[in-house]
Antibody, heavy 120, light 110 residues
């Protein structure tokens, strides 16, 4: 059974960096697949942040591209998100997700989500 | 890249069918048969229910079906059940912008 689990600080100060990690179990992140981060501000809709391929290639949402880095940690079977220069607009539940392995542009396995609040 | 437009809310009685629209543009929904749909219950992570416009992943009820015409995708829930009460989001591949989600629709079972 494939499972994803986000971890990171629940509170980040404005202008700081938001670091999150997604631990993957039941599936190797070195398999031919993409992995993404998606966020949801309280009471609002979903926003795609960016994706990383098993080879390390990345694509980012243009609206966040200047502040986002996604990376792989193959030795620990996990991938990470760093979002810098955060403001209160970055307060959200952050989800890590697996892309559907058949090549479809869809997200089939989601972590439970982790709430991150930006506040001084 | 703007969010895809969905109705804020849709309601129906048990056993009825409802349809949720997802309006995009020629840069996203209209250009790719890569629309997916997600169901989200309160306090839970979204659940994957439709991919590539009209395909259901294994284990998803056949009461859920998808379609697309031009720049508009749709999700139909037939035989509405109490457990279908949730928020629903569409998502489309959008070329260089990669992925754009819909604004979300709250489904209420009367």
């Amino acid at each position: 059974q494939v499972q994803l689990q986000e971890s990171g600080p629940g509170l980040v100060k404005p202008s700081g960096t938001l670091p999150l990690t997604c631990a993957v179990s039941g599936y190797s992140i070195t398999s031919n697949n993409w992995w993404s981060w998606i966020r949801q501000p309280p009471g609002k809709g979903l926003e795609w942040i960016g994706e990383i391929y098993h080879t390390g290639g990345t694509n980012y949402n243009p609206s966040l591209k200047s502040r986002v880095t996604i990376s792989l940690d193959k030795s620990n079977n996990q991938f990470s998100l760093n979002l810098n220069s955060v403001t209160d607009a970055d307060t959200a539940v952050y989800y890590c997700v697996r892309h559907y392995p058949n090549g479809a542009y869809a997200f089939d396995i989601w972590g439970q989500g982790t709430m991150v609040t930006v506040s001084s | 890249q703007s969010a895809l437009t969905q109705p804020a809310s849709v309601s129906g009685s048990p056993g009825q069918s409802i349809t949720i629209s997802c309006i995009g543009t020629s840069s996203d929904v209209g250009s790719y048969n890569l629309v997916s749909w997600y169901q989200q219950h309160p306090g839970k992570a979204p659940k994957f229910i439709i991919y590539e416009v009209n395909k259901r992943p294994s284990g998803v009820s056949n009461r859920f079906s998808g379609s697309k015409f031009g720049n508009t995708a749709s999700l139909t829930i037939s035989g509405l059940q109490a457990e279908d009460e949730a928020d629903y989001y569409c998502c489309s591949h959008a070329g260089s912008t990669i992925y754009v989600f819909g604004t979300g629709t709250k489904v209420t079972v009367l």
